[in-house]
């Protein structure tokens, strides 16, 4: 099945987690093969975000469920799953005996920045499709500051943003 290949390729050729996978899923799914509109690839993060369990196995699910219902959702899934897991056996197979290796501990030095930027890109993009401006930027830095530096948990503030969704949208207004 073709959405097996597509997360197997973006299992397989991301590094750093989840987030990290974000801009390779988007170019994938929403440039590449039109899967999911960039509104619904927003929608999408926040909730695979939000659900328990893995971000990125998340976001695999509900694209593969979306294109081929359960038979998509398992295979998205296990695309996701298992260029990981059999990288993760490999690098611990090893790296027990290299983990002191001047030239690996470089290689994870350097792999560190790229990581970040891989996830500041979909971050903006992101940022952009949900509309947020000049005007809206100080909610989600407020979120970041209290996640960050005051360690509140995200639950709490998924738990929030719920509940002044609803109150907005019990005053017969929709978030612009």
Known sequence: MRVFFVFSKIGLFTLGGGYA??????????????WLTRQEF????AVAQAAPGIFAVNMAIFTGYKLAQTRGAISAALGAVLPSFFIILAVALFFHAYQNNP????????????????????VLRLAKTANITRKTLWLPVVVALAVWGLH????????LAGLGGLCWGARGEAPK
């Open 21 to 34: 996978m974000l801009p390779l899923m988007e170019r994938e799914i929403v440039d590449a093969r039109a």
């Open 42 to 45: 927003l929608d999408l993060v």
């Open 103 to 122: 030239y690996v501990v470089r290689i994870f030095k350097g792999v560190r920045p790229a990581v970040v930027a891989l996830i500041a890109v979909p």
């Open 152 to 159: 509140v948990s995200p639950v709490y503030i998924i738990l």
